[in-house]
């Protein structure tokens, strides 16, 4: 009876079912889909604003001879190199810290270090501009302490608009991170860390043999999330540098890149398609690269 | 069903009234014309005026004025023109003569030509030139954006300068006073900001020459006058007679404050140093220094604008209308915006008015207009092409590298190797 059912009604199920999800499905289609391989055709093509032909492989040929794609895509690799690793050990860090109970004020702590990531993206890049202006709060303070002795440039010098951009970053998303690893740390087993002590295993060895292990495919995911968030950085550097990258184009990443081009230069709709699937393939050899290890951690 | 129906046949009812009374209103009153520019202090408020004026005259016209900052207009611009929604572009849009070009090649039809209703003669060439394609016409010309040296008198007289010492310098002349006024009137002479190429382009143009050659093409490598640009911007930079900044309202912030003794820019900065009430009779303006290469004069330009109309606009007709009527005919106009704003307009007709003479008192009493309606006859006519964003990039990533010594030559070789990829 079972078997006999499965054919007419499991059938007429499927029906009803493909007919709730056809709407979500067709406007992920017109919005998604239809946009992603409209935008490889476009790759494809070149030309001035709306004048658009067909040019096979012309962009790809001009990404190899553009000198400001190239410092586009160094820097956004820089900034992935620096700033992730930073980010991420600052993130456990503060996790394990926080997650000791008889820290007193943890709660406010916590909030106070998540806060940043809730804020808008645009309003702390002026934030931070005006804070770090030449005879801003940052250069005042640290000359009135007597660390330096004459005012850092950070948005006018190349090397150090590139620290401030990654002091920003970090500053917004540390703590976005760490709400990731204070859950996965309440769910490791206090009597690990018990057992531990007991042996006498000190506290930096029970950092990095315990929890660091067990936090592994967090610390995986984390890492993933983040290299896709650089890779596509782009508010921070346009407020901060009234959307010019520089100085110097020293901060240009490849979407602001992708957004001069569209928007600001002559438009290349076509090349800055091209540019725009860099990112694609980046990110998909990343991600990727994250199957391989979690495939392998399982085995 | 029912219950539905009685809930909501009310709203429905209201809304129904509302929207028909609102119907009514429009037919009798208003056709809004909405216009995007960027600058409080100039073409926003000499648009606000002329937007009264008109409305005198015609009072079923109202104006929208909105004001951006000038990247966010030009970039709203390009968007709205790329996604081809008219609904996300204005009626009437202010373009800065460098990118008139380009917009008008690479979104044909997207600008509503005015040549059969504007009389253009009585317009500076010039400007009728960068907006002319294909044999139509398609702007309103507006302001001019003819160079000159704004200076601090007391700061240049605390380092032992006269008025007449600013007179027909040249930059190395500069640079000496510059180093002058650090030393005794303890303030930088000029405020740069090194990801912006306007102090460049000035000096550039003051010698004849442009990024483009008259045909379109990339002049970078053999561009002496490009040369001598870089290397007094990379000398005032190592002389450290210079404030830093990024970004506009910084800069601007510099002579607001009183923190920097000269400012190098166009005309149209005259409304923003004049918006101090306290500095008055403090500022003089002599005309810009120049270079000491051959073709090298004391005029240039940087910036200036214009005003389309365009096509897609519900209110097209009003707003070529009032375009025509107030900026091509009313020479009072013209008066009252260069006594409030310091607009130095390129309809010719305006300069015999009576505002040109006057002398102002916030310089001091000068007779600073003349002057630039002198200098703008000057300005070295070249050809702004299309790619002036993409040169100016390419310039700025080198300059630091000539702030830490690396020859000029090289500098411009990075250059146009940078150019020749971007351009296309």
Known sequence: MVHARRGGIGRY??????????????????????????SLWMSFQSGRGMMMKFAGFANI??????????????????????????????????????????????????????????????????????????????????????????????????????????????????????????????????SIYEVARIDGVPAWARFTHITIPLLKPVILFTTVISTIGTLQLFDEVYNLTEGKGGPSNATLTLSLYIYNLTFRYMPSFGYAATVSYVIVILVAMLAFLQFFLARERDR | M???????????????????????????????????????????????????RYTKTHPDVTFNVVDFAKTDVEQKLQTGLASGTADALPDIVLIEDYGAQKYLQSFPGAFAPLSGTVDYSGFAPYKVELMTLDGKVYGMPFDSGVAGMYYRKDYLEAAGFKPEDMQNITWDRFIEIGKQVEAKAGKKMIAIDPSDAGLIRIIMQSAGQWYFNKDGTANIADNAALKASLETVGKIMAADIHKPVAGWSDWAGTFASGDVAAVVTGVWITGTVKAQPDQSGKWGVAPIPALSIDGATHASNLGGSSWYVLESSAEKA??????????????DFYQTILQDRGAVGSLLAARGGAAYEAADPFFGGEKVWQNFSDWLTKVPAVNYGIFTNEVDAAVIAQLPAIIQGTPVDEALKAIDAEVSTQIQ
């Open chain 1, 61 to 190: 040929v001009r990404l190899w001879n553009d000198p400001v794609f190239i410092k586009a895509l160094t820097n956004t690799m820089t900034y992935f190199v620096v700033q992730v690793p930073i980010m991420i050990l600052l993130a456990l860090v503060l996790a394990s810290l926080l997650n000791n109970p008889r820290l007193v004020g943890r709660g406010l702590i916590r909030t106070a270090i998540f806060l940043p990531c809730v804020t808008s993206l645009v309003a702390y890049s002026v934030l931070f501009k005006g804070m770090f202006a030449l005879d801003g709060i940052v250069n005042s303070t640290l000359e009135a302490i007597g660390i330096i002795s004459s005012p850092i440039p950070w948005l006018t010098h190349p090397f150090w608009a590139k620290v401030l951009v990654i002091i920003a970053i970090t500053w917004r998303w540390t703590g976005y991170n760490m709400i990731f690893y204070l859950a996965a740390l309440q769910n490791i087993d206090r």
């Open chain 2, 318 to 331: 009003e707003a070529i209308d009032f375009l025509n009527e107030v900026y091509a005919k009313d020479i």
């Open chain 2, 2 to 52: 029912d219950i539905f129906a009685r809930a909501h046949l009310p709203r429905i009812a209201a809304l129904a009234l509302a929207s028909a009374s609102s119907l009514a209103v429009t037919a009798a009153e208003a056709k809004e014309i909405t216009i995007w520019c960027w600058d409080p202090n100039f073409n926003v408020a000499i648009m606000k005026e002329a937007g009264a």
């Open chain 1, 13 to 38: 199920y499927d029906v009803n079912g493909w007919l709730f999800v056809a709407p979500a499905l067709g406007l992920i289609a017109l919005f998604m889909i239809y946009p992603i391989v409209w």
